[in-house]
């Protein structure tokens, strides 16, 4: 295999730079300003100017989704050429949307694009992929252990034309964003089939449904993650159209396996950047600061941590290259070892990273005015989502230890 990038990866690195630099790192401490603003006069999820128009610029210069894979509506790059992208955009917490390549509307459009009707396609797809309205996945549950999916209780019942959905879910991402219109939820249509991972399935649910009610915010590590955030949410005899289903009742496994592989990867294309940003924060500040009669920079602790920092940083990016590579060449299903791995190692290489970059930073990256303190909630958080690190491990145990079973 060769990760040597093409002339057209490289092409797009410099423009996304230069983006980023231009447009993206200045506008940070805007961002935050408004959202504060927002914030003290009541509703902090009203939708930032500034973040807006960094979506108009970004579609201007033809950065804009450029994540999809495969597709009539993506830019048409692999998962490959898309990973050193997404890293330069990882590096601001802001970058992502601005190219319209954020969680979970990426994964969302994905599902869409894998497995949603011309109709679906028409309704969300379009005005998902134009930016102008966002959306929300709905499937962890607060009554049970929704690291296996296998325990959700949510309910989705035919009745007649109709679905009839019945459940509670929180860390609902984006659910509390006026914008966000659409919900991708998972249930179960059939609790007592034989097999279990054929109990549940997928279906949309428009945001503005009676019976869908945004009970809170639930903030991370005491970051309310405005205007994006997480929410939880109750269903309660919620109505939707039969084809609303997602390719069929029992098939909320197969899809979330479509659905997951991109989504897990995107996260750690994404931590990979911020990781970098946050090693470049700890080397200037290790630089500029003198402490007991020398650089910071010149004591023996720091300079350890650099260089581990830089071997963890290259060995989740080759990995996560390798993930990558598998899921362009065999699928995402033959890659499934692949993207575990790196679903245990990125969000670990980037808390560690940020973690010593604060303790270079001293009492002020507990702070606001550096970014790692909710960096590093934002890395912590993603040890969870989309599975927590225990449930990869795991399996990517079971498939080592499946090489040495007997075969029959």
Not at 72 to 95: D, Q, V, W
Not at 327 to 341: C, P, R, Y
Not at 372 to 377: D, F, K, S
Request: aromatic share 8%; net charge neutral; hydrophobic share 40%.
């Amino acid at each position: 295999m060769d990760f040597e990038y093409s002339d057209k990866v490289k092409g797009l690195q410099q423009r996304v730079t230069a983006f980023m630099e231009e447009h993206v790192y200045p506008n940070e401490h805007a961002f935050e300003a408004e959202v504060d603003a927002n914030r003290k006069a009541g509703n902090a999820w009203l939708p930032t100017k500034v973040v807006e128009d960094l979506k108009v610029k970004a579609k201007a210069a033809g950065l804009w989704n450029l994540f999809l894979p495969d597709s009539e509506y993506g830019f048409g790059l692999t998962n490959l050429e898309y990973a050193p992208l997404a890293e330069i955009m990882g590096r601001s917490g802001l970058g992502p949307e601005a190219f319209n390549c954020s969680a979970p509307d990426t994964g969302n459009m994905e599902t869409l694009v894998r497995y949603g009707t011309p109709e679906h396609h028409e309704k969300w797809l379009k005005p998902l992929l134009d930016g102008t309205i966002r959306s929300a996945f709905a499937m962890t549950e607060p009554a049970v252990a929704s690291s296996d999916a296998t325990n959700i209780e949510s309910s989705i019942l035919r009745d007649g034309d109709e679905y009839v959905i019945n459940g509670r879910k929180w860390w609902t991402s984006g659910a509390n964003d006026p914008r966000c219109k659409i919900m991708i939820f998972m249930g179960k249509t059939d609790p007592n089939h034989q097999n279990r991972h054929q109990q549940q399935s997928m279906i949309l649910v428009p945001m503005d449904t009676p019976g869908v009610t945004v009970l809170r915010h639930l903030p991370v590590l005491g970051f309310d993650d405005a205007p994006h955030g997480h929410a939880e949410i109750t269903f309660e005899n919620v109505r939707v159209p039969a084809s609303n289903i997602l390719l069929g009742e029992g098939r909320g496994f197969e899809i979330s396996q479509g659905r997951l592989g991109p989504g897990r990867i995107h996260h750690c294309m994404r931590l990979i950047g911020r990781a970098e940003r946050a090693l470049e924060m700890m080397c200037k500040r290790a630089l500029s600061r003198t402490a007991f009669g020398r650089k910071i920079a010149d004591q023996g602790v720091t300079r350890e941590r650099i260089a581990n920092a830089r071997v963890m940083i290259d060995q989740a990016r080759f990995l996560v290259l390798n993930a990558a590579y598998k899921m362009d060449t065999v699928g995402n299903k033959h890659a499934k070892q692949e993207i575990a791995m790196i679903k245990v190692v990125a969000p670990n290489m980037a808390c560690q990273v940020i973690d010593w970059a604060m303790q270079v930073h001293g009492g002020g990256a507990m702070s606001d005015d550096f970014g790692l303190a909710h960096a590093y909630a934002s890395a912590r958080s993603l040890r969870f989502a989309d599975g927590p690190d225990e449930v990869h491990r795991n399996a990517i145990a079971k498939e080592e230890l499946a090489r040495w079973l007997p075969r029959p």
